[in-house]
């Protein structure tokens, strides 16, 4: 086609193609269309247009785009949908050799019976992207690159942590810039992040955590700037984000009130209140103090 509508794109395919053919697994079908009915005047004029064009099925052409219709290989076969039925592109191209089709450029005859078939595979670059550019994989990376940073700072020389997240920092940030994404959303997502970080060093009581799980969660919502259904991110994968995020930082809060409860074991503030044994005056582990008892003097133990 060559102007874009907001036709069914497995339906205007079919239909508008010099040959159509059908794998008997599957016809593409739009389930995009499905959930938003693109059932407009302009898309069902134009996909009829293509039909006609080709000497298809314009009248179901025509109700896949108002009533997001779907068909089998041999039901689209036998309605005209489709012209063949192939198993594989070698079958493919054995069916199509001899055929004779209409194009721009005028009246062509198709031999691919001979013809090499060389099958394009997307290479390891562009399957890591494909995974990679996941929106759920963005925001986990995204998220996990935060913690690992946090696990870091609050403990210095564990490497593992800092290392690990700053990867998926690095990898999470290059994912965004392939996705449509709403700065907005972004800066909303990485303020809840920081407010979750910020809980488990400063004593807000948990204001700063719940501020940083709506942040979180708002920001997420927001995060995908497209209209297309389907493409944003699953309320299940935000929500398990976001309580993860804060059960964690309750957990590494509670750890951290714990270490601060526990008695000093080291330092001066260790030896006050302790019981020693004076050996001389003043003298109490091996270090010079001023002490006050009975007999600061004497011989023997005292407190």
């Not at 005047?41 to 785009?65: F, K, S």
């Not at 005209?80 to 198993?87: C, G, K, N, S």
């Not at 005028?106 to 399957?127: E, I, M, Q």
């Not at 995020?245 to 601060?260: D, E, I, M, Y």
């Amino acid at each position: 086609p060559g102007a874009p509508r907001p036709a069914p794109a497995g339906a205007s395919g079919a239909v508008g193609a010099s040959g159509a053919s059908a794998s008997p697994a599957e016809l593409p079908n739009d389930t995009q269309s499905t959930e938003i009915r693109k059932a407009t005047q302009d898309a069902a004029a134009y996909i009829r247009g293509l039909a006609q064009l080709r000497g298809r099925n314009a009248e179901w052409a025509e109700r896949a785009v108002r009533e997001a219709l779907s068909l089998s290989a041999t039901e689209a076969r036998a309605q005209h949908v489709v012209d063949l039925i192939a198993q594989d592109p070698a079958d493919l191209a054995r069916q199509l050799d001899g055929r004779t089709v209409t194009t721009t450029a005028g009246t062509l005859h198709v031999a691919t019976a001979h013809a090499p078939l060389v099958v394009l595979a997307p290479d390891w670059r562009s399957r890591f992207l494909s995974i990679i550019a996941d929106p759920n994989v963005a925001l986990i990376l995204l998220t996990i690159g935060i913690y690992g940073l946090f696990f870091e700072f609050a403990n210095p020389g564990f490497v593992l942590p800092g290392v690990a997240g700053t990867i998926c920092l690095l990898i999470g940030l290059f994912a965004m810039q392939l996705l449509p994404i709403s700065y907005a959303g972004l800066g909303l997502v990485l303020l809840g992040l920081g407010c979750l970080v910020a809980e488990a060093f400063l004593p807000t009581f948990g204001v700063l955590g719940f501020g940083g799980i709506v942040s979180f969660t708002i920001g997420a919502l927001m995060l995908i700037d497209t209209d297309v259904p389907g493409y944003g991110i699953p309320w299940p994968v935000i929500a398990g984000l976001a309580l993860g995020g804060g059960l964690l930082v309750a957990l590494v809060s509670s750890v951290a009130l714990r270490a601060r409860r526990r008695p000093v074991v080291t330092g001066a503030e260790a030896i006050v209140g302790s019981i020693g044994e004076v050996l001389d005056d003043g003298l109490l582990a091996d270090q010079p103090q001023d002490a006050a008892g009975p007999a600061p003097s004497a011989a023997g133990w005292a407190r």
